[in-house]
T-cell receptor, first 115, second 116 residues
Framework: NAGVTQTPKFQVLKTGQSMTLQCAQDMNHNSMYWYRQDPGMGLRLIYYSASEGTTDKGEVPNGYNVSRLNKREFSLRLESAAPSQTSVYFC??????????????FGSGTRLTVV | AQTVTQSQPEMSVQEAETVTLSCTYDTSESNYYLFWYKQPPSRQMILVIRQEAYKQQNATENRFSVNFQKAAKSFSLKISDSQLGDTAMYFCAFMKPGTGANNLFFGTGTRLTVIP
């Protein structure tokens, strides 16, 4: 089925370890996003990529880096994981930057626990 | 900054009944977009309904409809003939137009349980 695919679905890290969350979409969307979801706080934007070759910070970028590898793929990297980064991470995409009001397509999320 | 408030952390409804989820927002913009997203236990966020602020007519999608009160900055979601598959977290979201998707703001969600 067409959509946004995230890997892995679950991950446990030790403090200080690094890892990369992978995201790929097959809808030919131009814009992609990474969100984190914490209890009682809704979704918060970490980084976004308006189009291939561009990335920019969102509301909570500290401790993360991203790479827009190509039009399909947008990865999120934690260089040195901290317990405060325990969260559910969502990747999303939209047709374009200024027409994001069409709505987003979300992946199914990655539950990350940092111990 | 825009804020989106969902004052009902949890709600429940009997199967086949109607339930309304509340959402209020704060903005000085005159034109914007509002959304309701559903997050079932599978975790994937699904767009339920969208409303453009410049349209006076309330949006509807099958059993889902909204009551958009622009002056009151209120955007409630009504689910008619509730089904067990409607059990999920529901998020209200606000977006400013033309400034890009970094201006999508989510509320904290309402957990809806449909009781058989």
């Amino acid at each position: 089925n067409a959509g946004v695919t995230q890997t892995p679905k679950f991950q446990v890290l030790k403090t200080g370890q690094s890892m990369t969350l992978q995201c790929a979409q097959d809808m030919n969307h131009n814009s992609m996003y990474w969100y984190r979801q914490d209890p009682g706080m809704g979704l918060r934007l970490i980084y976004y990529s308006a189009s291939e070759g561009t990335t920019d910070k969102g509301e909570v970028p500290n401790g993360y880096n991203v790479s827009r590898l190509n039009k399909r793929e947008f990865s999120l990297r934690l260089e040195s994981a901290a317990p405060s980064q325990t969260s559910v991470y969502f990747c999303a995409s939209s047709v374009g930057w200024t027409v994001a009001w069409y709505g987003y397509t979300f992946g199914s999320g990655t539950r990350l626990t940092v111990v | 900054a825009q804020t989106v408030t969902q004052s009902q952390p949890e709600m429940s409804v009997q199967e086949a009944e109607t339930v309304t989820l509340s959402c209020t927002y704060d903005t000085s913009e005159s034109n914007y977009y509002l959304f309701w997203y559903k997050q079932p236990p599978s975790r994937q966020m699904i767009l339920v309904i969208r409303q453009e602020a410049y349209k006076q007519q309330n949006a509807t999608e099958n059993r889902f409809s909204v009551n958009f009160q622009k002056a009151a900055k209120s955007f409630s979601l009504k689910i008619s003939d509730s089904q067990l598959g409607d059990t999920a977290m529901y998020f209200c979201a606000f977006m400013k137009p033309g400034t890009g998707a970094n201006n999508l703001f989510f509320g904290t969600g309402t957990r809806l349980t449909v009781i058989p």
